[in-house]
C-alpha cells in the first residue's frame, strides 16, 4: 500500500519555493554545447587600417603611371599584389583589415576602369595597348 505524499503545513509553508525546471531564459549551467570563437574578429579599426593601407598602396603604384593606359595597369597590378595579402591575411592573419584592403582595391579597380572606359568613348581609342 502506497502512502499519500505529504504537503508541509505551518506558518512558513507558503514561503518555500518549490523546485521548477528554469525555462531557458537564464540558463542555470554551462552551455550543452561548445562555443566557438574566432581568434582574430573582425573590427572597424581593422577594417580602416587595411582600407589605409590599400589606398596608399594603390595611391603610389597610381603615381607610376605617366597617362591612361599606364595608370591602369599599374593599378591592376597593385590590385592584384594586394588580392594575394588580403587572401594571405583571411587564412593567417586578420579577417578586419582583409575585407578593408577587398574593398578599396574594388573601389579603386573601378575608377581604373571607369577612366579606361571614359577616355576609350571620348577618343573612340582602346588606352590599354
Do not use: C, K, N, Q
Not at 8 to 26: K, Q
Not at 38 to 59: F, Q, R
Not at 66 to 92: C, E, K, P
Request: hydrophobic share 45%.
Amino acid at each position: 500500500m502506497t502512502t499519500p505524499p505529504t504537503f508541509p503545513t505551518g506558518p512558513d509553508a507558503g514561503s518555500r519555493a518549490l523546485p521548477r525546471t528554469p525555462s531557458g531564459l537564464f540558463p542555470a549551467g554551462p552551455p550543452s554545447r561548445p562555443t566557438y570563437r574566432e581568434p582574430h574578429p573582425v573590427t572597424g579599426a581593422g577594417v580602416a587600417s587595411g582600407a589605409a593601407a590599400a589606398a596608399t598602396w594603390l595611391l603610389l603604384f597610381g603615381l607610376l603611371g605617366t597617362g591612361v593606359g599606364s595608370y591602369a595597369w599599374w593599378t591592376l597590378v597593385a590590385g592584384g599584389l594586394t588580392w594575394l595579402a588580403a587572401l594571405a591575411l583571411v587564412r593567417y592573419g586578420d579577417r578586419g583589415v582583409a575585407t578593408g584592403i577587398a574593398i578599396v582595391t574594388a573601389g579603386g579597380w573601378s575608377i581604373a576602369a571607369a577612366i579606361v572606359a571614359v577616355r576609350w568613348a571620348t577618343t573612340g581609342d582602346w588606352p590599354l595597348w
